[in-house]
């Protein structure tokens, strides 16, 4: 991007726009105050493990406000158990005769626990001190709902009724301004999920980046000026008030600007890596065009679903796995060639675990806890917490040693330097995990 199109593409206001622009707001209402949630426990200084490698962690150097999130959501329940293998663990391999991985293919990462061999890639971040296994990350009374786990991952709220708005929308409330990029919060996909909801800052919707504009028929390209003012007339006074439309209202110049900006820099965009030939590695490599033109995101959101496998789950897990780590990996190489690695902190999580036991079909039913993955040059590596302790099962489900809250609060705290107190509605221990 040249520095005029960066200068005006820094005075864009954010707002939705009728072509693929989505402003997303909560309903209506004031939020009555909520109580303040108790603290999570601490993973101890003396649990954090050795360095895995030689290769120092790297502290970046990159502000505050130029760093980046990507949320990865494992849509269907992740099974973490054969993710992070406690191959050391005889009990494992009695509650999973068919669909345990055996040790001489697990990864070790010590004497007791390792990954997938689906996980290549994350292992080699792993070595390289860029990736770190957070074990056993829940919450308290967990629910085994699809639609109820995801609500409380979405609004960090397990208890009572939901936030008005998503704790990273409760984070882009706090840092979104008006004049600056409309695109500082993006999720992939045809509608925006409950954790970026927010009345207070808009939200971008894109399925494709290249596609991404406001469509005329070619053939009569003067029509383009004279459309953009009609939709700016009628946005500009809606017949009905709205936090999301007066997002609009008030700034649809600047939006229409946005989109032709990014439309026409992620015509430049060249990958620095290969990534896999799949929706997943598309879309990560999409995230990446649009870090490397520098369009102002601090937020990027996207799903990868498949993982509630109740049936012939050994394949369908394996090529998951493949799919996360292979595509991750590329997303990382990516951003190291276009000098961005230090910028970007990317984070996954699921609605829940699965079973310990395996069930009649090879598969493996809804459970509770189970692990995330952090990774990027500004993590410092490493295993978290304590894994779940197979012989203290709580309804023959992982217990939980990582309140999810904690980690949301150490990204929150220690990579996008906000107030976690605020985002959250309580204080949680951090953990440790960010360089």
């Known amino acids: 991007m040249t520095s005029s199109s960066r200068r005006d593409f820094l005075k864009v206001a954010g707002a939705g726009a009728a072509a693929g622009l989505a402003a997303s707001c909560s309903p209506i209402g004031a939020q009555p105050a909520q109580p303040p949630m108790p603290v999570a426990t601490a993973v101890p200084a003396a649990a954090m493990p050795p360095p895995v490698s030689s290769v120092p962690p790297v502290t970046p150097v990159v502000p505050v406000d130029k760093r980046v999130l990507v949320v990865v959501q494992l849509s269907g329940g992740h099974d973490g158990l054969n993710a992070v293998v406690p191959y050391g663990n005889g009990l494992y391999y009695q509650l999973r005769p068919q669909i345990g ?19 290549k890639s994350f292992k080699a971040l792993y070595d390289n001190r860029q990736l770190a296994i957070i074990q056993g990350v829940g919450y308290p009374n967990p629910s085994r709902s ?24 409760a984070f882009m409330a706090q840092v979104y301004k008006v004049g600056e990029s409309p695109f500082q919060c993006v999720n992939f996909g045809s509608s925006v999920p409950q954790a970026l909801q927010t009345q207070h800052a808009p939200v971008a919707a894109l399925q494709d980046t290249t596609s991404f504009q406001f469509l005329v028929d070619r053939r009569l390209p003067t029509l383009k000026d004279p459309l953009l003012k009609t939709f700016g007339q009628m946005y500009g006074k809606p017949a009905q008030k709205t936090p999301a439309l007066e997002l609009v209202a008030s700034n649809w110049d600047s939006t229409a600007r946005g989109v032709n900006v990014l439309s026409g820099s992620t015509e430049k965009y060249q990958a620095a890596a290969q990534y896999p030939n799949n929706g997943f590695g598309k879309t990560l490599q999409q995230i990446a065009s649009m870090i490397a033109a520098d369009v102002g995101t601090r937020v990027f959101y996207v799903q990868l679903g498949g993982f509630d496998t109740h049936a012939n789950e050994k394949p369908a897990h394996a090529t ?11 997303f ?20 829940f675990g699965r079973r310990v036991k395996e069930n009649g079909s090879q598969g493996t039913d809804h459970g509770a806890a189970g692990p995330m993955f952090v990774l990027g040059k500004g993590v410092r590596g490493g295993l978290y917490g304590d894994h779940p302790d197979l012989a203290r099962l709580d ?9 999810f809250r904690s980690v949301y609060a150490t990204v929150i705290e220690d990579w996008l330097g906000a107030p976690a107190h605020d985002v959250l509605a309580g204080s949680f221990d951090r953990l440790g995990f960010v360089a």
């Open 332 to 351: 990382q190489t990516d951003l190291e060639g276009h000098g961005r690695a230090e910028q970007v902190l990317t984070m996954s999580f699921s609605e």
């Open 395 to 403: 309804e023959g489900d992982l217990s939980h040693t990582v309140d």
């Open 146 to 169: 699809h639609f109820r786990s995801m609500e409380i991952w979405h609004s960090a709220q397990p208890e009572g009724a939901p936030a008005s708005q998503g704790w990273l929308g």
């Open 101 to 119: 991985i055996a040790a001489d293919q697990v990864l070790h990462l010590d004497e007791q626990i390792g990954l997938h061999p689906n996980l």
């Open 320 to 330: 998951l796995l493949s799919q996360l780590a292979d595509g991750l990996a590329a």
